[in-house]
T-cell receptor
Framework: DIQLTQSPSFLSASVGDRVTITCRASQGITSYLAWYQQKPGKAPKLLIYAASTLHSGVPTRFSGSGSGTEFTLTISSLQPEDFATYYC??????????FGQGTRLEIK | EVQLVQSGAEVKKPGESLKMSCKGS????????IGWVRQRPGTGLESMGIIQPGDSDTRYSPSFQGQVTISADKSISTAYLQWSSLKASDSAVYYC????FGLGSRPHGMDVWGRGTTVTVSS
């Protein structure tokens, strides 16, 4: 199985900050990586797919990069509504799809 | 509007059976694979398996093979997740989600999600 490790697991930041979350895969997954945002009590929302493509309707302050085994999600200027938990997901080994353990982003 | 509507919350006893549903609307249900995702309280997301409603081709993640059954009825645009004998450890929120593909043979992600079905298993 391909394992995804996110870092950090917890992040405290302020409105306006630039933050980066990293997702490392245990083996190469080309660019079959997606990022999701989940707020408490809600379903996850797709933010980015194919490592760097912004999903429709997602604000441009979100961006993704990487390929192979290392990927990043960057939020250029944190907004109050961005405080949530973020997950990466690999689809390279489809139909075996796996998620990272999540990164909780909280207000400092 | 494209949406997936999931059945309501369930409270069950250990050993009981359960079948939950996920009904798609606003798009051709048979053109997209549907995935099921588990989220235990306070933990992350786990992919359980996927199904192609058009021909019911089903693939299970190893951890869930033999533990649950995924099925679909394309005539009513509905996918199902069922258990024959629940355990306390099955208590979780279960989401269905639509897989979206690009030009390649692998999906890009899950672009439409249901609101989730909460299952509580307790004696």
């Amino acid at each position: 199985d391909i394992q995804l490790t996110q870092s950090p697991s917890f992040l405290s930041a302020s409105v306006g900050d630039r933050v980066t979350i990293t997702c490392r895969a245990s083996q190469g997954i080309t660019s079959y990586l997606a990022w999701y945002q989940q707020k408490p009590g809600k379903a996850p929302k797709l933010l980015i797919y194919a490592a760097s493509t912004l999903h429709s309707g997602v604000p441009t302050r979100f961006s993704g990069s990487g390929s192979g085994t290392e990927f990043t999600l960057t939020i250029s200027s944190l907004q109050p509504e961005d405080f949530a938990t973020y997950y990466c997901q690999q689809l390279n080994s489809y139909p075996l799809i796996t998620f990272g353990q999540g990164t909780r982003l909280e207000i400092k | 509007e494209v949406q997936l509507v999931q059945s309501g919350a369930e409270v069950k006893k250990p050993g009981e059976s359960l079948k939950m549903s996920c009904k798609g609307s606003g798009y051709d249900f048979t053109n997209y694979w549907i995935g099921w995702v588990r989220q235990r309280p306070g933990t992350g997301l786990e992919s359980m398996g996927i199904i192609q409603p058009g021909d019911s081709d089903t693939r299970y993640s190893p951890s869930f093979q033999g533990q649950v059954t995924i099925s679909a009825d394309k005539s009513i645009s509905t996918a199902y997740l069922q258990w024959s004998s629940l355990k306390a450890s099955d208590s979780a929120v279960y989401y269905c989600a639509r897989l979206v593909f690009g030009l390649g043979s692998r999906p890009h992600g899950m672009d439409v999600w249901g609101r989730g079905t909460t299952v509580t298993v307790s004696s």
